[in-house]
């Protein structure tokens, strides 16, 4: 397909003895749109809250284009380059907004007919500030 679309969430809660230990929630969303053999332009988004990490709420945004380096029945490996904006507020009430590059990567294998694996990475460096994230997914 020309277009296509991934969604996914993810969380966790724990509690012991009537009080919360631990709480974390995500979710992304994702639209590529292939513009030729290899290439492709995407844009994506997502959320997060983890309050014991200090983050009442984060959310996100990138766009960008990317190449696909590797393709075979099954397995690819893609390549990505763009820009990213990032928007957090912490449970101190301190609130950040910081534009970022975004350098990705995929690597996505189907071991068998009704399987697929992919794994995400992503180099986030502040076009601000000498901050940068890295995450993998």
Known sequence: PRLSAA?????????FRSATTAEWYTGDFRLDLKTGKRLYVYGLGGWERNRFAGVDRRSHGALG???TVLSSPRQTLSGEAGFS?????RTNRQVSEIPQARLGAAYEISPFPTTRLRQDAEFLPSLEDADHRLRSL
């Open 7 to 15: 969604a996914r969430g993810g969380g966790y809660w724990s509690r």
């Open 65 to 67: 284009t990317g190449v």
């Open 85 to 89: 904006f990032q928007s957090e507020r």
